[in-house]
């Protein structure tokens, strides 16, 4: 190999460290301006997030017992439904004698119409 | 009508008979664009540059035509694409305006949440200083060897800007060289990926907790990047600045018709002018020669160690963090933007489908971008000085 060719190759090789280290530092000070930059002016809503966090929570526990509150009643509710229904069936649909109510009677003549008229068609 | 005007019907057949390489040119500018379009590598750039070539190559050379054969005096040159080349190219108009759109379409938020991402992006600058000395070694001058070297920064508009300055007879092949490289990424960098990592490695989780970088620090962080880029490496203080305006505009929030021209309209219509111009220099002349193979040998090299650069400084992040930093970003410092992210994505879902580091992939991916730049600007600095 050539003198020429070997101090090309020795400037080569100093061009790759003093490259490397400007382009670290360059990238360096822009991490470091970044991470300043991310301390002097953070996100508003991080700012915020302290007292409306504290708020948050106290609404949301209040908002829990309401919501507790509204179960209970609707489970409440839904039980008396489940009473008053077995009692309208037995009156409904079947007769004392057990024979199909009026109601059940008139249902079912009404279905086998429309079905007769479907069958027309 | 006289035989030899006759014969004017059939110039473009004997124009092939005179120079039969052009028919080589063709073929490639073919496989360019059917790997834009078929395959879908880079379409934005490979189907204008595959065209490039293939009409610069044309019979007569109408599109870029220099010398005096058809009209015109001996040494004169004409042809659409050579005036391209000439007021936009060599100018360094389009490249320094393709930097303005690119920042226009940068979102920092991913390295602006974890800062320590933009190193990696430096690391992977190694690439182009390695490319650089096997320049020299193969016997390239030093004005060559970094305009070959800076493929490595897998950055278009950096290495036009470079070469323009320092190498201007090379434009053409390191230019085709780097944007068909940076088509490639997803064939480059996943087996240097799996060479330097363990499974352990990239199997490692990121959770992205995104922190929301504040509209101030947005804001400023571009003028930062011009101010320090232009008082470090002020050669590259075009670059770096068009690249900090652009992502001005974006970010200010208060020109939003601007941001929205500079990121569609503007790099639309610079792209479609640098693929078929950058294409249009490579003729045959250029192309059939030692020296291009040896420059596309190099450009694989500088991406080869570009990706271990980046993935070797991952590895020590991840040594220094007790395994919270997954190896693999560290190859996104590459800066094709978002193709070398996507690839990192790829590849720790080949290991564990539910894990993401994308996002974390994209701070040195972007980060990549100012490095190159700053890379570029050293050579410019140092180059010229070191040749006299």
Redesign the interface.
């Known amino acids: 190999m050539s003198e020429e060719r070997l101090h090309a190759l020795g400037e080569g090789a100093l061009l790759i460290v003093v490259g490397m280290l400007v382009v670290f530092a360059a990238l360096f000070i822009l991490m470091v301006a970044i991470m300043i930059m991310n301390r002097l002016f953070p996100d508003k809503v991080k700012k915020t997030e302290g007292p409306a966090l504290a708020e948050a929570i106290l609404s949301e526990q209040s908002e829990r017992e309401r919501v507790a509150v509204l179960a209970v009643a609707l489970a409440k509710a839904m039980e008396k439904e489940r009473e008053v229904i077995p009692e309208q069936r037995t009156m409904n649909a079947v007769g004392p004698s057990g024979e199909p109510s009026r109601w059940a009677i008139a249902g079912r003549e009404r279905v086998m119409r429309s079905r007769e008229k479907a069958g027309r068609r | 009508m006289s035989w030899d005007s006759l014969r004017n019907l059939f110039e473009g057949f004997l124009g092939i008979r005179d120079e039969w390489e052009i028919l080589g040119m063709m073929v490639i500018g073919c496989v360019l664009i059917y790997l834009g379009i078929a395959r879908k590598f880079e379409p934005l750039l490979l189907v204008g540059i595959g065209f490039g070539i293939l009409v610069a190559n044309l019979p007569l050379h109408e599109f870029v035509h220099i010398g005096g054969d058809v009209g015109g005096e001996p040494g004169t040159a004409t042809g659409v694409l050579y005036y391209f080349r000439k007021y936009l190219v060599d100018t360094e108009i389009i490249p320094l305006l393709i930097f303005l759109g690119l920042g226009a379409m940068t979102d920092f938020e991913p390295?602006?949440n974890y800062?320590?991402t933009?190193?990696l992006?430096?690391?992977a600058?190694?690439g182009?200083?390695?490319a650089?000395?096997g320049a020299?070694?193969l016997?390239f001058?030093?004005a060559e060897?970094s305009s070959i070297g800076i493929i490595g920064g897998a950055d278009g508009p950096t290495t036009i800007y470079t070469a323009t300055r320092l190498a201007p007879d090379l434009l053409a092949r390191v230019a085709v060289a780097a944007y068909s490289y940076m088509a490639l990424v997803p064939v480059i960098q996943p087996p240097v990926i799996r060479l330097l990592t363990t499974r352990k490695e990239r199997l490692v989780r990121m959770p992205y907790a995104p922190?929301?970088?504040?509209k101030?620090?947005k804001i400023?962080?571009p003028i930062?990047?011009a101010v320090?880029?232009g008082i470090?490496?002020p050669r590259a203080a075009p670059l770096i600045g068009m690249f900090a305006f652009g992502n001005l505009l974006r970010e200010c929030l208060v020109v939003e018709r601007l941001s929205d021209t500079a990121q569609n309209a503007l790099m639309n219509t610079v792209v479609i002018i640098l693929g078929i111009t950058v294409g249009s220099t490579l003729t045959a002349a250029a192309f059939f020669e030692w020296e291009t193979i040896m420059i596309f040998v190099l450009g694989c090299v500088a991406f080869i160690f570009a990706t271990a650069g980046g993935v070797l400084l991952g590895k020590l992040m991840y040594w220094i963090s007790g395994g919270k930093v997954n190896p693999v970003i560290g190859a996104a410092g590459v800066s094709a933007v978002p193709m070398a992210a996507r690839v990192c994505q790829k590849e720790v879902q080949r290991e564990d489908p539910s894990n993401f580091v994308l996002m974390h992939a994209m701070g040195p991916n972007v980060?990549g971008v100012?490095?190159t730049a700053?890379?570029a600007g050293?050579?410019l600095a140092?180059?010229p000085g070191?040749m006299d």
């Open positions: 390295m602006l800062p320590y933009i190193l992006g430096a690391a600058q190694f182009v200083f390695v650089l000395v020299v070694a016997g001058d030093l060897a922190r929301r970088a504040s101030t620090a400023l962080f930062i990047v320090v880029g470090l490496v980060a100012i490095g700053v890379a050293v050579l140092l180059v070191m």
